[in-house]
């Protein structure tokens, strides 16, 4: 049997009860070293084999799973968050469906949702936008709505943009063409890990704090009025932006 595992977005405590009861009783575990949190592979037992898949291409992946569930053993693939967003499990299912592999799906608690909790925020406020957007800019490969940031902007929704910091001016760039200049904007990076850091601004200043921070990969970007409590604006403007530092288990 092959599970695959929503790991939460870092912190050890945010995976399921159900998720880490695999992990106790895995034989073999395949994680992404580089996004997932090694800390979870503690909840393992001591005989569990463990490979990173940073360094494996999908037959590999997929070798190891066919070998494990051909000897009776616990699979479990570990994704960040939740495994049903960028998590590229479609690919990995479809595979074991031609070769009569059984698995299942355990949920995780997805990055953008971590980043709401770390800012404190509710992506769906009365009033200000009962629909969430996810989305990223069109990557490498390219994306089915690829150049549609400007369009999904128009709706002046809540959005969490995945995997696009990188290339934060050009995000900034498209979502004005819906959002206003001083629509609230923040950069959650590594959200829930002890290196966490928290950058807020506006669609006009948020391109320079984040380049001041150096946070080039691994965050969430969150936009839209749901940001702009009353609480939060009185901070906006004199604390510019935040750091939070915490140890890793509180
Ligand atoms: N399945 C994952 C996303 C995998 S794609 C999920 O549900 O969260 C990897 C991207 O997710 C990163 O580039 C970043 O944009 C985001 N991400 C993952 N973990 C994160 C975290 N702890 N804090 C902020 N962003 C995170």
């Known amino acids: 049997m092959v599970y695959f595992i929503g790991a939460g977005p870092g912190d050890v405590e945010l995976i399921t009860v159900k998720g880490m009861k695999r992990l106790q009783e895995a034989d073999v575990v395949i994680y992404a070293g580089s996004l997932v949190n090694a800390e979870l592979m503690a909840y393992c037992g001591p005989e569990v084999k463990v490979y990173d898949s940073a360094g494996m291409d999908l037959n590999e992946v997929l070798t190891v799973m066919q070998e494990g569930a051909a000897s009776g053993k616990t699979v479990v693939r570990l994704h960040t968050g ?71 902007a128009k709706h002046k929704a809540s959005m969490a ?54 946070i080039e990969r691994f965050a969430q970007i969150l936009v839209g009025d749901f940001l702009n409590s009353a609480y939060e604006l009185s901070k906006l403007y004199d604390a510019g932006f935040s750091h939070m530092y915490r140890s890793a288990k509180e």
């Open 161 to 214: 943009i995945f995997l696009s910091v990188q290339a934060l001016e050009k995000v900034v760039e498209r979502l004005k063409a819906g959002y206003s200049d001083d629509t609230p904007i923040a950069v959650v990076y590594k959200a829930t890990w002890p290196d966490e850091k928290i950058v807020r601004g506006t669609l006009k200043d948020i391109a320079e704090k984040v380049r001041e921070e150096k």
């Open 82 to 152: 939740d495994p049903s967003l960028y998590g590229t499990i479609k690919e990995q299912m479809d595979a074991l469906d031609k070769l009569g592999i059984q698995y299942e799906i355990i949920p995780g608690v997805s990055s953008f949702l971590a980043a709401a909790s770390r800012v404190k925020a509710e992506f769906t406020l009365p009033g200000v936008s009962q629909t969430l957007i996810i989305t990223r800019l069109e990557g490498r490969t390219g994306t089915s709505e690829g150049g549609k940031l400007e369009e999904l």
